[in-house]
């Protein structure tokens, strides 16, 4: 994926528990790292100008107990 020219943004979403990660390609070609672990928290999608509150991507989604 990074070899694609027009890739800007990759993210890893757990399905096991409320959890983010977000990396972000830089102008210099590395990536900026961001995560994510709270239902309160909102995750900002730079490359689509989009702000997304996890409590929204985790709708719905029941987490098992451990």
């Known amino acids: 994926y990074r070899a694609i020219p ?3 943004e990759y993210l890893l979403v757990s399905q ?3 959890w ?3 990396y972000i390609l830089k102008n210099d070609g590395g990536w900026n790292y961001r995560s994510y672990g709270s ?3 909102d995750l ?3 490359s689509v100008n989009v ?3 996890l409590s929204e ?3 719905n989604v ?3 107990r451990k």
Do not use: A, G
């Open 20 to 22: 983010v990660d977000q």
């Open 6 to 8: 027009t890739f800007q």
């Open 44 to 46: 900002n999608l730079e």
């Open 62 to 64: 029941e987490f098992d």
């Open 51 to 53: 702000e997304l509150p």
């Open 39 to 41: 239902m309160d928290q």
């Open 16 to 18: 096991h528990e409320c």
């Open 57 to 59: 991507i985790y709708l």
